[in-house]
């Protein structure tokens, strides 16, 4: 099984919907995150989370909440879809003890808001 | 304003020979870079960490190289195989052990 899970992922909605994405993770890191990717744009930072009582902004959080309702989870909300953020959506977490720093990538999800 | 540049433009190369690829980067005074490489329709996966004070990290077939003075990191597998082929990028400390990522470079190793 995967180490880090997200559902849906593919979602195609309608503007102004409101839509969730979900991310679970089963490698009991402290730390998650939520970024998208778009062409030739690289991965930006949207929101991320430390532990389940702290949550920050990211680069690019206009347009989006989150949840952390336990540390194995983290959704990603957006209140009224538009367009501009179809985009591919990835969550992935990070162990704030280990030295290498490095995320763990879930699958993704593709969001296309029409 | 932070900015990390890596080439947009797919490197085609042939198999068995070395792969170069770049990142460069203004205003950052990472702490470490990462390297990831990244298929068609998947996360991207962690591949080698580099600290400032190294000059040089080998895994395998991959070599990274952290240049601070000239604030840029080379990226190389070498002996490179058609199953090379994919996205990598590469993704600076950025405050708090937060990670910003370069856009990416896509590697086309031909058989």
């Known amino acids: 099984d995967a180490d880090v899970t997200q559902t849906p992922r593919n979602r195609i909605t309608k503007t102004g919907k409101r839509i969730m994405l979900e991310c679970s993770q089963t490698k009991g890191h402290d730390r998650m995150y939520w970024y998208r990717q778009d062409p030739g744009l690289g991965l930006r930072l949207i929101y991320y989370s430390f532990d389940v009582k702290d949550i920050n902004k990211g680069e690019i959080s206009d347009g989006y909440s989150v949840s952390r309702q336990a540390q194995a989870k983290f959704s990603l909300s957006l209140e009224s879809a538009i367009p501009n953020q179809t985009a591919l959506y990835f969550c992935a977490t990070s162990d704030s003890s280990h030295s290498s720093y490095e995320q763990y990538f879930g699958p993704g999800t593709r969001l296309t808001v029409t | 304003s932070q900015k990390i540049e890596q080439n947009s433009e797919a490197l085609n190369i042939q198999e068995g020979k070395t792969a170069t690829l770049t990142c460069n980067y203004t205003?950052?005074?990472?702490?470490?870079l990462q390297w990831y490489r990244q298929d068609p329709g998947r996360g991207p996966v962690f591949l080698l960490l580099?600290?400032?004070?190294?000059k040089e990290k080998r895994k395998e077939r991959l070599k990274v190289t952290f240049d601070t003075t000239l604030k840029q990191s080379l990226f190389h597998i070498t002996a490179s195989q058609p199953a090379d082929s994919a996205t990598y990028l590469c993704?600076?400390?950025?405050?708090?052990?937060?990670?910003?990522f370069g856009g990416g470079t896509r590697l086309m190793v031909k058989p």
């Open positions: 993704a600076l400390e950025n405050a708090g052990n937060m990670l910003t």
């Open positions: 580099i600290r400032e004070n190294e």
């Open positions: 205003n950052y005074s990472p702490a470490y």
